[in-house]
Every structure is written in structure tokens, then in C-alpha cells.
């Protein structure tokens, strides 16, 4: 059909309506442009058999223009550029072309930057398009200390910015910076805008404000007065909980690391676990409290909490679930999970853990799984995984568990899963996924469409003989790594560079843009490097620090990635002070 439409298209056969275009006249046909276009359909069915073999005069379509249109209505044929992009998304929205239209703006979506932005902000706001939109306002959010500066800023209409001051995913590391954007935008028209500026003040968290960032609110107010301040005198627990919480800009992204092989080497009873934090942008460690006995126990985030579960020692399987708080730097015991389990998927998803399968016994799998919710605190029952399952990869995207590859058993040979369980939260529900191939100890992050899986251990064909005798190992490490999306299917469009060497058990964290490995195992020996990757990026990298372990290497240890609080916001929760707590306008 399409073949048949372009081939009549352009020997101008059949056409029974004329487009014209500052002049330039285009023969086309009736059905096709009402079929694609409601704005066609109206001009169509309101001219009747008037309209038959005459023509349509177009407003504000250039021929170049109408050109791209039609190439692409009869072809689906479009050679985007993000100079042709703009005009032809608002060709299309003119004309109500919502296919094309569709196309032009994801297009402009993955082509927003900060040098184009405040543009895509007019497009959007003329034409209604709500993706655009929500793109540009979160890249604004993403860049608000560059942005807010900007005189384009001042365009921004009161409800967007609203969205954007309210949002915890601000980059910005002072709550005054949020004064001074809505006292810029503000005063950009002070007749119009006044009357939203208490509606604005709302948004800024001012407990969050240091005693030199008061001094500055204070000097401003001198200058303007138009705002009363309300004091409070409060503790660090109360700050915090007036603040509604931090922007995403007063945290510095770090990775904990929990040394759970410890038990190998000391005697866990009277020495505690090592715990560090890695800065990956200075390339830095340090030494946070550790947990006594902890053993080899898995491990996931929440922002500025980690969380860890179960883990075996000596023979002795656990259900303890433990917090560690970056506010605090301390350690909390949560509820215990209802099944001691090691080796197990565990995720965190709003304010819920998800503990699922491992095993509680060497050899001894479990399908049972279950669910913490924080705020109730306890555990319960959720629905069986369709067959016994440990060391899977686990990771979390949109209200749904994954639970990638893992071992269904061992006898003298590990017995692998090929395939994927996703567990969707809403209906309590497990479906699988099947996979080419299997795998387990590999590691998986969440990326915006998908999750990336690294590494792990693949099943081996081929025999090993070492001095005449056969070594029963089926499993090796592998550097293949590989991205699979939403429904679980394997997406071989998206490229993800190999290891540089095979690792399984290694810790895979998502810190900032990248994906870092660190440590991890094969059949050999165990290491301590780090390495890193960011989606786009041809090859991993080697990062300069490494693992601070005294042996050669650490492997199936737990790690997170921590949001922890720059030092000029910690120290406002470490002492009580009279703190300001709100602003209003007077009257």
C-alpha cells in the first residue's frame, strides 16, 4: 500500500484536492489527508462535493515545508535535523498530523539541551504538548543553579515554576537560591506577578537555610520590606521533618560497601563488619560504623537509607533486616524478615522492601517471598515465586520486580534459569520471561526504558580435566552484559559494551549517570577493581581507587548507592536552634 500511495503521489494520479503553500500548489488526495489529519477531515466534510478538485489555501505553511509533510504521509519517509524539527513539529500540530507530530517531539525531546531549552518551552507552551513540556521543566530541575539566572527564565508562567520549586529532585545545594529565583521572577513584572508571590514562598524549605544563608534572606528583606519571618526553635529530627525533606542537590551521590566475607578471615563474634563509603566524582573512601557479625547479607537503597537482609555464618541462616541512615550514620534493626534466607532478590519500591526465593539452607531453595512496609513495619507474605530460586539479579522499574537469571538448584552441577520473573506489585502476580540463555551472581540496574544486566556466571558446555581427572564446574564468569526492557525481552538494540574481564559477584550500582562494578569473582580469584560505564559510552572504564580491602580481592559483598548530605546541610541537623520556618507577605 505504501508503495502504491507514493507511486500515485508522485505521477499526481487520482488526486482530487489541491494544497497550496504561499503559492506552490501540491495535488493530493482527500481520504488519505482525513485519515491522518481531523484538521483535513473538517475542511473536507464541511466544503461536501464543493470542495471536490479544487484547492485549500494553507496559512503559515512554507512549501519546503508542506513537502515534509506530505513525504512523510505518503512514504512515512522523515530525515529529522534539529533545525528542520521545530518547523515541522509545528506544521504538524497545526494541522493536526498526530503521528508526525508524535515523531517531531521525541525527537526534540532527545535533542533538549540547556543552550535550546527556553525554545522548546514556547513550542510547548503554543502547542499544548504536554511530553515536551514535562521534558523541558525536567531539565530545568536537573540545571535549576544555571538556569534560574537565565533572562528567559523570566517567560516561565506561574505554574510551572511552581512545579519546578516543589520538586525534591531540584539541583540545587541552598535553599536561598530558591528565594532568589522567585524574587527574580517576581520583580521580572511586579504589578502582574505579586499576587503569586506568597503562593510561591510556600515552596521554599526554609529550615533548610543555614546561619549565613539567613544573614543574606535578612539583608534582602531589609531592602524590600514585604515579607515577615516565623522562628521556631527546633532539633535536628524536628528541621528535618519541617523541610519536607532535601533537594536532590544538597546530597553528594556515594556507594556503600558492606565487607560481608569478613567471617573468611576474622572472627566475626568480636569484630564488626567493614563498612566504607566510595565518593566516585574525588575517588575517595571512608570509614562508616559497621554492623557486628554481619555475614553475607543482601543489600539495596532508598536515597539516604541502605538497607540490608539476611546472610548466612557458619551454617547459621538469617532473618535480621538492618537501616543505616546518612543522617544519623547509624545502624537501625528493622523487623526481622519471616524466613531466614541468603543469596536472595531484595529491592526497595515505595516505602516497601521485597525480599524473594534465596536459600535458607547450603543447597536447600526457596520460592516463599514477602514484603516490609516501612511505615507500618511489618512483614507480609506475598506471592510464591512459580519455582525455587536463588542468586538471581533483582532490580525495580515502575511498580515491578525483576528477578534476572539465578541457580535453581545444585547437586555436583548448578542448575541455571534461563530466563526472567517479573513481579508486578498491583496484582500480586509473577510472570516469566524466558531467556536464550541462563545465567546467575549477575548484577542489575534500572535504567529509564529498561534494566541492564552485568556479568554473572554462565553455564559451560565443555569438560574440564585437570591431571586426568574431571573437575565437575559447569559455571564460568562472563563479560557479556545486555539490556532487557519493560516486558523483560532482551533489546539488542541497545549496546552495552563487554566486561573487561569476567566477573560474577561483583557489586553493580547506579551512581549518577553511570553504572560502576566493583570487586567481584571467577573461578580463579577474587579482585578489587572498579570499573564504570555510562549508556552511550563505547567501553568500560577503569577507575583510579580501588576496593581498600587487605586481600586480594571481595566478592559477593552487599553495596548501595547512598545519597548522603553535603557537610554544610548535615551540620544544620547535628544541633537546636532557632530556625526559620515560614515567610509571609504582608499585607
Known amino acids: 500500500m505504501n508503495q502504491g500511495l507514493t507511486e500515485m503521489y508522485q505521477g499526481e494520479l487520482l488526486c482530487d484536492v489541491t494544497l497550496v503553500a504561499d503559492g506552490q500548489r501540491f495535488p493530493c488526495h482527500r481520504a488519505l489527508l482525513a485519515a491522518v489529519s481531523p484538521y483535513f477531515r473538517d475542511v473536507f466534510v464541511q466544503g461536501g462535493k464543493d470542495l471536490e478538485g479544487s484547492e485549500v489555501q494553507l496559512e503559515n505553511v512554507s512549501p519546503s515545508l508542506m513537502q515534509n509533510i506530505l513525504k512523510y504521509i505518503y512514504t512515512e519517509e522523515l530525515a529529522l535535523t534539529p533545525e528542520l524539527a521545530p518547523s515541522l513539529f509545528t506544521g504538524a500540530s497545526q494541522l493536526q498530523i498526530v ?7 521525541r525527537f526534540l525531546v532527545a535533542h533538549l539541551s540547556i543552550q535550546n531549552c527556553f525554545e522548546m518551552y514556547s513550542l510547548a507552551q503554543v502547542h499544548h504538548s504536554q511530553p515536551l513540556l514535562r521534558a523541558v521543566l525536567q531539565l530545568l530541575v536537573r540545571n535549576f543553579e544555571l538556569m534560574f539566572e537565565e533572562d528567559h527564565f523570566l517567560q516561565l ?4 515554576l511552581a512545579a519546578i520549586l516543589s520538586s525534591d529532585d531540584l539541583e540545587v545545594a541552598s535553599e536561598i537560591k530558591v528565594y532568589q529565583a522567585i524574587r527574580r521572577w517576581v520583580q521580572g513584572e511586579p504589578s502582574k506577578r505579586r499576587p503569586f508571590f506568597g503562593q510561591l514562598l510556600r515552596h521554599i524549605r526554609f529550615p533548610l537555610l543555614g546561619p549565613d544563608e539567613q544573614d543574606v534572606l535578612q539583608e534582602d528583606l531589609e531592602r524590600w520590606d514585604d515579607l515577615e519571618l516565623n522562628r521556631e526553635v527546633m532539633d535536628g529530627l524536628e528541621r528535618l521533618r519541617q523541610s519536607r525533606g532535601l533537594r536532590q542537590g544538597m546530597y553528594k551521590p556515594h556507594i556503600l560497601c558492606i565487607d560481608t566475607q569478613m567471617c573468611e578471615y576474622q572472627q566475626l563474634e568480636s569484630e564488626e563488619a567493614h563498612v566504607s563509603c566510595y565518593e566516585p566524582l574525588g575517588e575517595t573512601w571512608e570509614k562508616l ?12 537503597s532508598n536515597g539516604d537509607k541502605v538497607y540490608l537482609s539476611g546472610g548466612v555464618y557458619k ?13 544519623t550514620n547509624q545502624w537501625l534493626q528493622l523487623p526481622p524478615m519471616g524466613v531466614p534466607r541468603a543469596a536472595h532478590g531484595f529491592v526497595f519500591d515505595r ?50 520486580v525483576y528477578l534476572l537469571g539465578g541457580a535453581t538448584g545444585i547437586s555436583n552441577r548448578w542448575l541455571f534459569h534461563k530466563g526472567i520473573l517479573i513481579y508486578e506489585m498491583a496484582s500480586d502476580t509473577w510472570t516469566q520471561v524466558p531467556l536464550a540463555t541462563g545465567f546467575f551472581a549477575a548484577g542489575a540496574v534500572a535504567g529509564e526504558n529498561g534494566i541492564y544486566v552485568v556479568g554473572g556466571y554462565t553455564e559451560k558446555k565443555n569438560e574440564d580435566w585437570q591431571e586426568r581427572v574431571l573437575v565437575p564446574e559447569n559455571r564460568h564468569s562472563t563479560r557479556k552484559c545486555f539490556f532487557v526492557n519493560e516486558s523483560g525481552k532482551a533489546n539488542l538494540n541497545v549496546a552495552v559494551p563487554k566486561l573487561r574481564r569476567g566477573l560474577a559477584n561483583a557489586a553493580v550500582v547506579r551512581c549518577g549517570k553511570r553504572i560502576y562494578v566493583l570487586g567481584g569473582e571467577d573461578l580463579s580469584q577474587r579482585y578489587k577493581v572498579i570499573y564504570h560505564w555510562q549508556p552511550g559510552e563505547s567501553r568500560w572504564h577503569r577507575a583510579g581507587a580501588e576496593i581498600p580491602v587487605p586481600r586480594e580481592g571481595i566478592s559477593r559483598f552487599g553495596c548501595a548507592t547512598l545519597l548522603r548530605p553535603k557537610p554544610h546541610i548535615l551540620q544544620l541537623f547535628q544541633v537546636t536552634s532557632l530556625v526559620i520556618v515560614s515567610g509571609v507577605v504582608k499585607s
Open 289 to 300: 560504623p559497621g554492623l557486628q557479625s554481619l555475614t553475607h547479607a543482601c543489600c539495596t
Open 351 to 400: 516505602q516497601k522492601l521485597y525480599a524473594m526465593g534465596g536459600w535458607r539452607r547450603f543447597q536447600s531453595f526457596i520460592n516463599m517471598a514477602e514484603s516490609l512496609d516501612l511505615n507500618a513495619g511489618t512483614w507480609t507474605p506475598i506471592a510464591k515465586l512459580p519455582f525455587a530460586l536463588s542468586h538471581p539479579a533483582s532490580s525495580v522499574l515502575r511498580e515491578k
Open 99 to 105: 503521528p508526525l507530530e508524535t515523531v517531531c517531539c
Open 157 to 160: 508562567d506561574f505554574g510551572d
Open 315 to 327: 551454617n547459621a541462616y538469617s532473618n535480621s533486616v538492618y537501616e543505616f541512615d546518612a543522617f
